[in-house]
Every structure is written in structure tokens, then in C-alpha cells.
């Protein structure tokens, strides 16, 4: 792992993160150890390192609590995106705490938060998180198949794990939203709907996860093209699965997901 000094901390938001309502993005690490093979993050410029390396390295901004408690004033009140290149809570975090850091430093200033993660350590922070007034903990489950999972997504943490969390959070006061993003191949649509509604998070995201021919999403990567080409899965499945959550809770899809949460009546 690399440690550096970071010039900033808290950037302003681009593409559709800004496009969804996002004025700004977090991120306390470069690179990601969860390395899924669809990542888009790892054909952005902000990652120095060939795509082909993705999931082998971290960049830690060793400066990056110092940095959120000088500048978190900047963003007090503003829609906030944690994370737009990395994740969050990866296992790095469990040891040197940068987003738990930000996160306090957060707290005292409100900003309008959404933390993106696949790792169930967000669970962890979830003293902090119920201190915010206008938050929401967005938990990737792309399938509910863990065959799956290993397939596209073998080093990211379990499935059930990453429900317990969900839990945890639930449990906690913590606002939730369950991405299944992208949304890859799923084993029993109508049973996974069900499991999805009856959880009943604030928000639910899919995203159609299919072989785009080049153009650039999450598919972007030879290896899940790959992947994904060894399985069945195309539009029509997507929409079955779509439709069975539909049937049963509001559904957002794609970019449309991916907006800050509300201002809480008595914040
Ligand atoms: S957890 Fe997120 S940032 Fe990390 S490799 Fe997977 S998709 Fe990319």
C-alpha cells in the first residue's frame, strides 16, 4: 500500500455524479482492492496505473482527516458523494480510518451525504452516520446469486455480509438504499424482488449490465465482457427482474439513482 499527501480532499463533482445533483465527491483512497471485474474507475485518468493492474494496488491519503476537519466548512449543507473512484469502506479502511475521520469531520458541518460502498465495515461507523440529518448509506448487492458474485466479483466481500450490514445500518436509524448495480446475472428474479421489497430501503437502483460494444459503463472491462458473454443473462432478463421489483416498490434505474438524499423536514 502507498501512502501520500493529498492536496485536497473534498472535489467538485463530474459527469453523471454531478448530473444526478452532486456537488461534490470524497475519496479517501485511489485504487480499489475489491478489483470487480466490471469497475469503470479503472479506465478513469485519476487512476495512474494500467487498467490490467486494477484491484492489485491502494493509494491512501495518509493526510486525508487533516484535510476534511481545515476544509469540511466547504461543503456544509451541499450534496456529497463518498465515494467516485474507490470504495470507502475496502479492508484498508479497517485499519487506518480515513472515511470513519472524514465522516466526524463531516458531522459537524451537515453536508448532504450518499456513502457507495460494497464493504459491510460501513456498518462499523454507524455512531457516526446516525449523527447526520441527511444521509443515505447506498449498499451494492448486484445479484443474489453468490456463485455470481465470486464470478464477476471475487474479492468483494459476501452477499449475506453485505445484508447484515444493511441491518445493522436499519437498525441503527440509518437511511439505506440497495443498489443492485450494475445488475448482474440473477438466479430467481421474483424471490430476490420479494427479498428487496420486504427490506424495504428507502431506495432501490438497478442497472442494466450488458455488453455496451465499447462504449464506455461498467461492462468496460475485457473480463467482464468475457464474463459476461459465458452466461445467458441479456435485456430481457434484466427487465423480468426489473419489473418483478417494480411490481412491488418504486425502482430507479441507471443515473436515475444516483441523487443526493432529502433535506429531513425538522433538519
Ligand atoms: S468496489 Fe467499487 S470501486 Fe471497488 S472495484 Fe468494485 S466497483 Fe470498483
Known sequence: MELIES???????????????????????VGCTFGCSYCYAAFLPQNRKPPSEWGRWITSKKNAVELAQKHAHKVAGAPVYMSSVTDPYQPVERGLMLSRGILEALALHQPRLVIQTRGPLV???????????????????????????????PKAPPLEKRWD???????????VGVCVTPTLPVERP??????????????????????AGGR???????????????????PDHYRRFVNAVRALREVFEGEAGFFPPAIEPDA
Open 123 to 153: 456498518a462499523r461507523d454507524a455512531d457516526v452516520l446516525k449523527q447526520f440529518q441527511s444521509l443515505r448509506v447506498n449498499v451494492s448487492i448486484p445479484t443474489d446469486s453468490e456463485a455470481v458474485r465470486v464470478q464477476f466479483e
Open 7 to 29: 492536496r485536497s480532499i473534498f472535489s467538485p463533482a463530474t459527469g453523471f455524479i454531478r448530473r444526478g445533483g452532486f456537488e461534490w465527491t470524497c475519496n479517501p483512497y
Open 190 to 211: 421474483e424471490a430476490f424482488a420479494r427479498r428487496i421489497a420486504a427490506f424495504e430501503p428507502d431506495v432501490v437502483v438497478c442497472q442494466d449490465f450488458h455488453d
Open 216 to 234: 464506455f459503463g461498467a461492462d468496460t472491462g475485457a473480463t467482464a465482457r468475457e464474463l459476461l458473454a459465458e452466461t445467458d443473462w441479456g
Open 165 to 175: 450490514a444493511l441491518q445493522q445500518l436499519k437498525d441503527a436509524g440509518v437511511r
